[in-house]
């Protein structure tokens, strides 16, 4: 009932009374994650992002989705899905996120139907960009793109905005919060410049 009303979450396959004795537990329902779970012996495959977040007209085993579904059936491994769900639950991602950053003083970065959306709290003192990317770095698991980070690294930073998936529709409400920067999963190239541009001074010349 939490997640938001264009997601997919819940039980994708799998029967509702089936016995539950081994969880595999992984961010994405990928071929080679359900082999995993096959290997292990796993009865429930539960992951963050859903297999079937847009409308398919087939399942054969031609297709990437297609397999995947037929390799959980045969398998006999249940797949469930927790999503936006589980970013907006009270230790949820975005929770998880802004404690992993030092936030205190949390409060929800937006409320959009009903559920609060990413977290902005304050750092314990203020430090620059440059050494809040490092303690960042430091404190959340590898990723294969990296961390990348945008402004200068002198910045000052005290107030931070957390998002735990694709971030660049709240960007107002980032802007709204005083945000000094701003932690997203996900950010596509124009939205993010175009964030940048408007969070200039105020500008006081003639152009």
Same mark, same amino acid.
């Given at each position: 009932a939490t997640a938001q009303s264009w997601d997919q979450v819940g039980l994708v396959t799998g029967d509702p009374e089936q016995?539950? +004795?081994?969880?595999?537990?992984?961010?994405d329902p990928t071929l080679a994650v359900i082999e995993e779970? +096959?290997?292990?012996?796993?009865d429930l495959l539960v992951t963050h992002h859903p297999l079937l977040m847009r409308g398919v007209n087939s399942v054969a085993v031609t297709s990437a989705k297609g397999a995947s579904v037929t390799n959980l059936i045969v398998g006999d491994v249940a797949l469930y899905v927790a999503h936006t769900n589980a970013d907006v639950a009270a230790d949820g991602v975005c929770v998880a996120l802004a404690e992993a950053c030092g936030l205190t003083d949390l409060a929800p970065l937006a409320v959009i139907e009903d559920q609060p959306l990413g977290r902005v709290g304050r750092l314990g003192s203020p430090t620059t960009l440059g050494e809040f990317a490092q303690l960042l770095a430091d404190a959340l698991p590898?990723?294969?793109?990296?961390?990348?980070?945008?402004?200068?690294?002198?910045?000052?930073?005290? +107030?931070?905005?957390?998002?735990?998936?694709?971030?660049?529709d709240l960007f107002p409400a980032v802007r709204a919060s005083a945000a000094d920067v701003y932690v997203t999963a996900d950010l596509r190239h124009h939205p993010?410049?175009?964030?940048?541009?408007?969070?200039?001074?105020?500008h006081t010349g003639p152009f």
């Open positions: 016995a539950v +004795r081994l969880v595999h537990l992984a961010l779970a +096959r290997a292990a012996g796993a590898a990723a294969p793109v990296g961390m990348r980070v945008s402004g200068p690294a002198g910045a000052p930073i005290e +107030r931070v905005a957390v998002l735990g998936g694709s971030g660049d993010a410049l175009e964030a940048r541009e408007e969070s200039r001074a105020p």
